[in-house]
């Protein structure tokens, strides 16, 4: 069963991971990348991770959502009506990228790997978050702590900048960038 | 099969790096950072349904990998923001700041 769904969704997922970066429109990029975490997330429920898996795709469809607004809102041709090619340093990337995939797969076969220990329990969920609430408490108030924090410093960074804003960025800027300037003849 | 699913990942992993060096525009970038944690999860998830299914660390690094993607989307799209509102730059090559 795990091998035939991995026949399946593996080859998909690859694929449509390596269309993001062909298809001519961002739209159909986004589509693609969805696609494969998708296929990721099918893989992790068949790995008996039901709750992670599901967790993934969810996430993904949600992130998807919001990446198709800030395409919208930052892309000058969102729909692909014109080819889209924006690319820098193409070759060097893919020879680092071709390079890493080669050094990655021969540590994969060259690597004694050890036997599996121990069985997988009845409910992984459970155990998850046993160990989130134990032992990974740490962990968890770590991950807590930094999500808290990224939102914070996503509001400020994303807010429109306020009157100090008009003294540049090191706030030496004088005199200061006024809409409209004060004072007789103006 | 263990090997397989981190032939995978690997593979996710490569494409995404293509796409995060290659790439000039921001949201793009973005698309391969995900890519590369996609193949992380995919391997994290290998390893612990292949090497040890006992322990929920495997679990717990998935956990961590999706935190850390969010926090990539979320601080992502709200630097994309804050340098489009001051110089209407979308593109990596048009930030180059900090280059000397």
Redesign the interface.
Known sequence: M??AV?WVL?PL??AS??M??RFGS?AR??IA?LV??LA?GG??IV???AY??T??IL?MVM?MV??AV??IA??MNPAGLMPMA?????R???A???T??AL??AG??VTR??R??????RD?TF??G???MGP?ML?MVT?GV??LA??V??????T??GRYDRFGDDLKRRPPTDPARGGVGR | MLQLFLLLAAGLFSIGLYGALSQQSIVMIMMGLELMLNGVIVAAGAFWHYLAPASSAGQVIVVAVVVAMAVEMAMGFAVVTAIFRARDVDMADMASDLKR
């Open positions: 795990t091998t991995f593996a997922a690859a991971g390596f993001v970066f961002m990029a986004t990348l494969s975490f990721s893989l992790l790995l008996g991770l992670l898996g967790v993934v996430m992130e919001i990446m800030f395409m930052y892309m924006m690319f820098h340093n193409k060097a990337s893919l680092i990228s071709l890493v995939f990655l797969a994969i076969f790997w050890p599996r220990a121990g069985t997988a329990p992984p155990r998850l046993e160990a989130l990974q962990t991950l930094t999500l990224t939102m410093g996503a509001v400020v960074l994303a429109h900048r």
